[in-house]
Nanobody
Framework: QVQLVQSGGGLVQAGNSLRLSCAAS????????MAWLRQAPGKERKLVAA????????YYADFAKDRFRISRDNYKNTMYLKMSNLKPEDTAVYFC??????????????????WGQGTQVTVSS
C-alpha cells in the first residue's frame, strides 16, 4: 500500500507564502507523476499543478501560474508546492495525488490513484 502524508498549510494573510509537502511511502510506490489539487467549499476539485515522474515537465492551472511552483525530490519521495502572493480565493483544502499506474498524461488523476489526507489553506484579506 502507498501512503501520501501531507504537511504545511494553515492560515496566512494575503500576499504571504506557504509551502506544502507530500511525502510518499510504501512498497507499492512507483514514483509516477504527482499533482496538487484543491477544493474550495461548495466547488469542484481542481488541478492546481502537476509534475512528471522525472520532474522535468510541469503543468500549472492559469490561477497558479507565476505564483505557485511545484517540485519533487525523488530521493526523498517528496513533492512540494510553494505558493507565493497568496490570495483569499486560494482558500481551499489542498490534496496531493500520485498516479497509481503510469499514464501518458501526467496531469490526469482520478479516485483510483493515491491521495493525501488533505490540508486546509486559509488566506485572510
Amino acid at each position: 500500500q502507498v501512503q501520501l502524508v501531507q504537511s504545511g498549510g494553515g492560515l496566512v494573510q494575503a500576499g504571504n507564502s506557504l509551502r506544502l509537502s507530500c511525502a510518499a511511502s510504501g512498497r507499492s510506490y512507483n514514483g509516477n507523476a504527482m499533482a496538487w489539487l484543491r477544493q474550495a467549499p461548495g466547488k469542484e476539485r481542481k488541478l492546481v499543478a502537476a509534475i512528471s515522474r522525472d520532474g522535468k515537465s510541469t503543468y500549472y492551472a492559469d490561477f497558479a501560474k507565476d505564483r505557485f511552483r511545484i517540485s519533487r525530490d525523488n530521493y526523498k519521495n517528496t513533492m512540494y508546492l510553494k505558493m507565493s502572493n497568496l490570495k483569499p480565493e486560494d482558500t481551499a483544502v489542498y490534496f496531493c495525488a500520485a498516479q497509481k499506474y503510469y499514464r501518458e498524461s501526467y496531469g490526469i488523476f482520478g479516485d483510483d490513484d493515491y491521495w493525501g489526507q488533505g490540508t486546509q489553506v486559509t488566506v485572510s484579506s
